[in-house]
T-cell receptor, first 111, second 111 residues
Framework: QKEVEQNSGPLSVPEGAIASLNCTYS??????FFWYRQYSGKSPELIMS????GDKEDGRFTAQLNKASQYVSLLIRDSQPSDSATYLC???????????FGAGTQVVVTP | DVKVTQSSRYLVKRTGEKVFLECVQD?????MFWYRQDPGLGLRLIYF???????EKGDIPEGYSVSREKKERFSLILESASTNQTSMYLC??????????FGDGTRLSIL
């Protein structure tokens, strides 16, 4: 069974601080990696895609990928209360776009 | 922007009924997916389709079937609804190794 592991949290982060979320995956052949944000009662919303080793920045979000260590992370800088949500790590499984999702990390940003 | 539309946000049905959940995407995506999401269990794949009239079972297909007669539309069918099928149902679409885009979800209650 190919797996994607995340810490479930909750991860409590003071407003203005950096939230650091981690994800490990078991399938060495995976090529595409995604982070989704999901507010309570809502559907997942794509916030980052990363395909090659290194860092990718988009606004306050930075995704980091290390394929050798089978590790992908998400940093949220200057955390805001609106960042309070569950963050899902997803790894592409095949050419049809099938994804394996982690269980999600709940982030709580405290004022 | 990709638009994935699910026919209902909330739906209440009775046990034994045949239930249809509809999903339409407007981006000509080949691949479409149906998930259910329950507290503590994360996203679980029910069925996916990689072409018109083509379907593959996901992790939890029992009690469900699907139909894809047109490329833009993917229907999930609960043949005889049961209370343990009360859940949030999410449809998604994608092409190739790109991220999946989700609809708003249908919160289905079976009484």
């Amino acid at each position: 069974q190919k797996e994607v592991e995340q810490n479930s949290g909750p991860l409590s982060v003071p407003e203005g601080a950096i939230a650091s979320l981690n994800c490990t995956y078991s399938d060495r052949g995976s090529q595409s990696f995604f982070w989704y944000r999901q507010y309570s009662g809502k559907s997942p919303e794509l916030i980052m895609s990363i395909y090659s080793n290194g860092d990718k920045e988009d606004g306050r979000f930075t995704a980091q990928l290390n394929k050798a260590s089978q590790y992908v992370s998400l940093l949220i800088r200057d955390s805001q209360p609106s960042d309070s949500a569950t963050y899902l790590c997803a790894v592409n499984m095949n050419s049809w776009g099938k994804l394996q999702f982690g269980a999600g990390t709940q982030v709580v940003v405290t004022p | 922007d990709v638009k994935v539309t699910q026919s209902s946000r909330y739906l209440v049905k009775r046990t034994g009924e045949k239930v249809f959940l509809e999903c339409v995407q407007d981006m000509d995506h080949e691949n479409m997916f149906w998930y259910r999401q329950d507290p503590g269990l994360g996203l679980r794949l029910i069925y996916f389709s990689y072409d018109v009239k083509m379907k593959e079972k996901g992790d939890i297909p029992e009690g469900y079937s699907v139909s894809r007669e047109k490329k833009e539309r993917f229907s999930l069918i609960l043949e005889s609804a049961s209370t343990n099928q009360t859940s949030m149902y999410l449809c998604a679409s994608t092409v190739g190794g790109q991220p999946q885009h989700f609809g708003d979800g249908t919160r289905l209650s079976i009484l």
